[in-house]
């Protein structure tokens, strides 16, 4: 899907004259890195290594698709459109983008213009298939491993590590266990980039440069520090789903470096070796990328530690054809809520651009911020059991094993401490399952955030655009189908027949209040 891409610009023009004269605004969700302390903790003796295993053979697996290269050499600027959307529709990233136009300023584009889009790489990425994407995505098997059982057998700074996330000081175990949890991605894999790019499991002592930015992520284009193992690997977890989905829903066909290189995706890779070597691209030069994405690059790290990654893959792990049970709104009917975040990421941006909002109908009280626990209560969109229940967070499991990582599930995300539904419940459609609030990820607004997912995959809530290979149903609850806007991130349409309500942030706007 392109939108992964597109920045927040759009939406803000898409909404603007919606908005302009209401008082009061319901804030949609996004999950942005936390200001954090890296916490040093006393410093061990390392110890050898665990043995390294001989390569295995290239497994195989089904390929995918071939990549897809634009023969369009130009665009006309349309209204509503950034340059950061003309490169995301286009597959190319900014830079390239504004490397081939050296004559614009990328800040200030007018209706009519004309763009140059970037020349198709004529090399193409390795063809080594590194992970299947059933151990990237969090998905079958994946809770088998004990994350804290593993780093503690380990002689390495992970044993020790610490950090502090929103004011608690956790492990580095808990930390890689929350990322995975968070982002659906493999804890396994976490583990190994830790090890691959600092040496955390096997060094004791690392360089403090390693120490504070142990996967080698400096600052966001935004200015935000990433210093800190939760910073880092929420970073890595993301930048693995955008790979990943980028991929899988045609966002990303060409790899660039920071020396200005770009490679096409060679036809036939998985998603999951695609969003790996997109991960290992990033902070990093070609001729460096080229060995890490080989069988002894990270590859081999990987089958030290956990074996080879192929076998017992389950593959694919969102079967052809799938169709979603039948859905529920997330609330009681007869109850009038506000549709205030068309598709966006379900954690993080990469996503799958998965998830949408809905705010409840009471306004804030008297005297409270944004941020209040609302009256109203969340409710299951269908029969099933909790599977998990954190900060903010609830996970309906829907075929009833209590097993997130299998089957369909379901996340709620801003529920509220009070009155949150406990895991392990069984529950019918309707029960209720918490209050809105900002609990959980990052709000500025109480609202409700939910997304799908089935074996651990993010599904996008709208697919219109996705490859044809790649079909997945529309996210539909009491008969309304979502459809997003092209490109354009939190806008779009619930559509249930000829009725419509649109992706809008405000209370006062009546197209956007959905009842059933």
Not at 72 to 79: C, I, L
Not at 146 to 168: C, E, H, K, M, S
Not at 247 to 276: C, Q
Not at 328 to 347: A, D, K, Q, R, V
Request: overall charge negative.
């Amino acid at each position: 899907m392109r939108r992964l891409l597109i920045t927040l610009t759009l939406m803000i023009l898409g909404v603007s004259a919606c908005i302009r004269n209401q008082p009061e605004i319901v804030i949609i969700t996004s999950t942005p890195e936390q200001p954090l302390v890296l916490t040093k903790p006393p410093v061990v003796e390392p110890t050898s290594p665990p043995p390294a295993l001989t390569p295995l053979s290239n497994p195989t697996a089904d390929p995918t698709r071939p990549s897809a290269a634009t023969t369009v050499r130009e665009y006309v600027v349309q209204p509503g459109d950034t340059l950061s959307a003309i490169a995301g529709a286009h597959n190319v990233t900014l830079d390239a983008l504004v490397i081939a136009n050296p004559q614009i300023n990328p800040d200030i584009i007018s209706v009519g213009q004309v763009i140059s889009l970037p020349e198709p790489p004529r090399e193409q990425t390795s063809n080594f298939k590194m992970i299947p994407d059933s151990r990237l995505v969090r998905g079958p098997g994946s809770d088998a491993l004990d994350v804290a059982a593993f780093i503690n057998q380990q002689p390495g700074y992970a044993r020790l590590a610490t950090d502090i996330v929103n004011g608690d000081v956790l492990s580095a175990a808990q930390i890689i266990q929350r990322a995975s949890l968070e982002f659906s991605v493999d804890a396994r894999l976490l583990l190994a980039l830790l090890e691959y790019k600092s040496g955390w499991l096997t060094n004791a002592n690392p360089s403090d440069e390693l120490k504070t930015y142990p996967l080698g992520a400096q600052a966001s284009p935004q200015g935000f520090d990433r210093n800190g193992l939760y910073r880092q690997i929420t970073w890595a977890a993301d930048q693995l789903n955008r790979g990943y989905y980028g991929w899988k829903y045609g966002a990303i066909s060409t790899i660039e470096f920071e020396d200005g290189v770009r490679l096409a995706v060679a036809p036939g890779l998985n998603a999951g070796t695609v969003g790996l070597q997109f991960l290992l691209s990033q902070f990093n030069q070609y001729d460096v990328w080229t060995q890490q994405v080989s069988a002894e690059g990270f590859y081999r790290t990987y089958i030290t530690y956990f074996g080879d990654p192929f076998v017992n893959a389950v593959d694919p792990l969102v079967p052809a054809g799938i169709q979603q049970p039948t859905l529920s709104l997330p609330f009681p009917s007869g109850e009038t809520w506000f549709y205030t975040g068309g598709p966006h990421g379900g954690w993080g941006a990469g996503s799958a651009w998965s998830a949408i909002d809905f705010a409840p109908p009471d306004d804030r009280p008297s005297g409270s911020s944004a941020c209040y626990v609302s009256e109203f209560w969340a409710t299951a969109v269908a029969p099933g059991i909790i599977a998990r229940t954190d900060e903010g967070v609830v996970i309906l499991d829907l075929d009833g094993d209590g097993n997130e990582t299998t089957g369909w599930s379901i996340l709620y995300l801003h529920m509220a401490a009070q009155g949150r539904v406990e895991a392990r419940t069984i529950v019918e459609a309707g029960d209720r399952i918490g209050r809105p609030s900002c609990e959980g990820g990052f709000s500025n607004g109480t609202h409700m955030h939910i997304a799908r997912r089935y074996n651990g995959e993010w599904l996008p809530a709208d697919c219109s655009d996705c490859p044809s290979d790649q079909s997945k149903p529309s996210f539909m609850m009491s008969g309304w189908s979502v459809i997003g806007l092209t490109g354009q991130e939190y806008q779009g349409f619930l559509a249930n027949g000829g009725d419509q309500r649109v992706a809008d942030q405000g209370r006062l706007n009546p197209d956007n209040r959905v009842e059933w």
